[in-house]
């Protein structure tokens, strides 16, 4: 019994605990170096760089900062 407690204890926990969390990608123009866009992106750090990585277009780059 104290193993079903303890198993149900570590599975909640670990449901009330997210990766994800908020980034801001952020697109510059590549000619001026001035701020295009910034979007905020709430999922884990490898999905917000790929999102916020394809935003960009042949003018601007975008970084998640």
Known sequence: MKKII???IVATTASLTSCKKNYTCTCTYNYTGGTAETYTIRDTKSNATTTCNSYAT??????IK
């Open 6 to 8: 303890l198993l149900a």
């Open 58 to 63: 042949g003018i601007t780059s975008c970084s």
